[in-house]
């Protein structure tokens, strides 16, 4: 099948990438030029574990194309995917603006059995705004069909690829039908294909991610609970993960989520909430949590030393929002950094790949290292803020050593409390008994 796809982001580009390497033709349009130069280069973008390589082998195979003409792709594309960004507006909206662009820009190549789908999280509507603009462009009714994505940063191939299942949200039958047909390949294992309607589709994107921000609120301040009465999260969330009903997964304490969908997308549907005279309550205290959670760690850090950070130095272990993942949008460590700094505290940051990210908003105000440990030279503490599996297993008798002083705030709890108090560390997680921390 030939696709096209409007946009070389995160989304766009995993999922061209994807439908090339299952056999279709695929080409992505993107305007930056520039970015369309590196893509054809076989340079990519973004951090994505296996993209890089599956880039390089369908573009050699000439299914996967790259351009910043409409013209030499639409008219022979039976589908055609939207994957251009929606960020957030001040008021928390989303801003479809590059939406209403895509659409002018493809009404007059359209060819008549071709499908547009939305990609993009876009709120309840959005579809049929879409539709009833192709229409009045092309003067005649066109197809259009909303196919939120599910991908998680880290593991968007395996997410694409196998995934838990598949939603579109259609007007007539037998655009499912097509859609089926395309996805066909990736759902081998019996995972389920759900048709629906336009906006049930729309709809099940956002209340996906805001019931697992909602999980991870829920359990940073039971964790915040936990210490001011003297348990520990950890014990407490086995006792209740092992309920069938509740489950372990987005149930890790920490600094708050980051990153481009949870933040949005929560501020997102309280906005359509609002714009429906609903007052959200239980997603205004998911997000305000999360806003007080990424004040954590340098609350923790402050009370440690008693109010005087002037001239102390921190080393930081993670930047991106979450492992494997160079993406720094939302990111609970820059919360901390900006803090830091106004106190000021001199600080030393490793990130496996976020750091150029991180460096392109702070220049030279901090210190960047390329391995973890060349951070502790001489550091007051050592504060980790994204759970990177190089940094589980680390060589505490080396950390000990380098440390001016032996503390570690760790926003992640990656260590077992009474190993640290053992190896004689000042160990600080999130929701560990004051006992033990």
């Not at 296996?50 to 030499?72: H, I, P, Q, W």
């Not at 820059?334 to 220049?363: E, F, R, S, T």
């Not at 926003?411 to 560390?425: A, I, V």
């Amino acid at each position: 099948m030939k696709i096209a796809v409007i946009g070389t982001g995160y989304v766009g580009l995993v999922t061209g990438t994807c439908f090339a390497e299952s056999g279709n033709q695929v080409t992505c349009i993107d305007i930056d030029e520039h970015k369309v130069q590196k893509l054809k280069a076989g340079e990519i973008p973004i951090f994505e574990p296996g993209l890089e390589e599956m880039v390089k082998r369908n573009t050699k195979a000439r299914r996967l194309l790259f351009t910043t003409s409409y013209d030499e792709t639409i008219p022979d594309a039976k589908c055609i995917f939207i994957a251009v960004g929606t960020p957030q507006k001040e008021d928390g909206s989303a801003n479809l603006d590059s939406i209403w662009k895509v659409a002018e820009s493809l009404a007059p190549l359209l060819a008549e059995d071709s499908i547009v789908i939305i990609k993009s999280t876009v709120p309840v509507g959005t579809n049929r705004k879409l539709a009833e603009l192709l229409q009045k462009l092309t003067g005649r009714i066109v197809d259009v069909a909303s196919n939120p994505e599910f991908l998680k940063e880290g593991a968007a191939i395996d997410d694409f690829s196998k995934p838990d299942r598949v939603v579109v949200g259609v007007s007539r039958p037998e655009i499912a039908d097509t859609l089926h047909e395309l996805y066909k390949p990736f759902l081998r294992t019996e995972h389920p294909f759900l048709s629906m309607e336009l906006e049930s589709a729309e709809m099940t994107k956002y209340v996906a991610n805001c019931m697992l921000a909602t999980k991870i609120s829920f359990i940073n301040e039971m964790a915040n609970l936990c210490e001011r009465v003297g348990a520990d999260i950890n014990q407490v969330r086995r006792g209740i993960g092992h309920d069938q009903r509740i489950g372990f997964s987005f149930l890790f304490p920490g600094v708050g989520y980051g990153g481009s969908c949870f933040p949005k997308d929560v501020s997102a549907l309280i906005s359509v909430a609002k714009s429906h005279q609903m007052e959200p309550s239980i997603l205004n205290a998911v997000d305000q949590v999360n806003t007080a959670q990424k004040r954590v760690l340098f609350e923790k850090v402050n009370h440690y030393f008693k109010g005087d950070l002037q001239g102390k130095t921190f080393a930081i272990w993670g930047l991106a929002f979450k492992p494997k993942t160079d993406d720094i949008r939302e990111a609970p460590a820059l919360v901390l950094i900006d803090q830091l700094l106004q106190a000021g505290a001199q600080l030393k940051v490793h990130d496996p790949v976020a750091m150029n990210n991180v460096k392109d908003i702070y220049g030279d105000q901090l210190a960047y290292f390329d391995h973890h440990y060349d951070t502790l030279q001489g550091a007051d503490a050592l504060v980790i803020v994204t759970e990177w599996n190089e940094f589980r297993h680390a060589d505490f008798d080396y950390i000990l050593h380098k440390l001016s002083n032996p503390i570690i705030f760790d926003g992640r709890n990656l260590y077992e409390p009474d190993k640290m108090k053992q190896k004689g560390f000042d160990y600080i997680g999130i929701g560990l008994s004051s006992l033990k921390s």
